[in-house]
């Protein structure tokens, strides 16, 4: 199997071709010029068409496609994401016909959830929570070694609220972890301390050089994300948590805070196996996830929703 895979983000997006084995054969990356549906389509469309040109070698027999926000898997439908104004986009079956290979779609946390138990930290246990942590926050969990999708759309950490009456998020209600641990919500916070917005990954290197106010910045972010991955242990009790996303390679600069935090909400006797980690599948994690809904759809591995379509 080699899959076409696309990883659609907030800012940018990456396209690969990924066999079954989880090796990266080829990709190449893009910011987009204009995040509309026919933007989308149109960009997404040459991308993969330039790549597959580019490298003859490799056959793709499947599409994956990873989508941020709400997603209907067994459609491939691109519901909506706070970022953008797409609704109802479907993506999926516009890449099926535009290279005329099966596709399967899929939230992209969820998608990510799925490459770590085929690839990556959750390969050796059934039970895991998985957060993205970039543009924006989102998650999903595993328990028994499926799954988890509710009414749909479980695994929605970004729309925790963190704090009562707090700053205004996308999805238009307040205080949400999104709107404080995103990488737009760590610019405002910087902004708040020093007058100064700043991109997240220059608050990173200062954070490094030593300056206060972005160390300050990351201890926030570990105890933003600490609350909440405290409550999700204590409610499903999982033995992984993984952080993936952007901020996964920072996750030096907010681990003791995050670990101080999630320690201090957790019920230890009944979580003693927990361990906390950034995903060890670095930045192909996005593409990874879109070749396990390849990997995953035909027979429903591990729980997954999707259809080809």
């Not at 942590?133 to 595993?142: E, P, R, W, Y």
């Not at 963190?162 to 205004?168: F, H, K, L």
């Not at 160390?215 to 009790?237: D, K, P, Q, T, W």
């Not at 681990?255 to 935090?261: C, K, R, Y």
Request: charged content about 20%; hydrophobic content about 40%; glycine content about 14%.
């Amino acid at each position: 199997m080699i899959a076409l895979c696309f990883d659609i983000g907030g800012s940018k997006y990456v396209v690969g071709m990924v066999d079954g084995r989880g090796d990266v054969l080829c990709s190449r990356r893009d910011v987009w010029r204009a995040l509309s549906p026919e933007g989308v389509v149109r960009s997404l469309t040459q991308a993969g068409r330039a790549l597959t040109a580019a490298y003859p070698q490799f056959i793709p027999d499947v599409i994956g496609v990873t989508i941020p926000g709400l997603a209907r898997a067994e459609e491939g439908l691109w519901v909506e994401a706070s970022f953008s104004g797409i609704r109802n986009l479907p993506i999926t079956r516009l890449l099926r016909e535009a290279f005329g290979l099966p596709a399967y779609g899929e939230n992209d946390a969820k998608a990510c959830a799925l490459a770590e138990k085929l690839f990556g930290m959750a390969k050796d246990t059934d039970h895991f929570l998985y957060l993205t942590v970039s543009n924006g926050v989102g998650g999903a969990m595993v328990s028994d070694g499926r799954l988890l999708y509710g009414s749909g759309a479980a695994g929605e950490f970004g729309h925790v609220t963190v704090v009562e009456g707090g700053r205004a998020c996308k999805c238009g209600r307040q205080g949400c972890l999104e709107a404080y641990a995103a990488g737009p919500g760590m610019s405002r916070t910087y902004a708040e301390l020093t007058g100064a917005p700043l991109e997240g990954v220059e608050i990173a290197r200062r954070a490094r050089e030593g300056e206060a106010a972005a160390r300050e910045v990351f201890r926030r972010e570990g105890e933003y994300l600490g609350r909440v991955i405290g409550a999700a242990v204590n409610i499903l009790s999982p033995e992984r948590v993984i952080i993936g996303g952007g901020l996964s390679l920072a996750y030096d600069l907010y681990q003791a805070s995050l670990e101080e935090t999630v320690t201090a909400h957790v019920y230890q006797a009944a979580n003693p196996r927990l361990r906390l980690g950034p995903t060890p599948l670095g930045y192909y994690g996005g593409l990874l996830g879109a070749a396990a809904l390849a990997i995953c759809g035909p027979e429903g591995r591990y729980g997954y929703h999707g259809k080809a379509v």
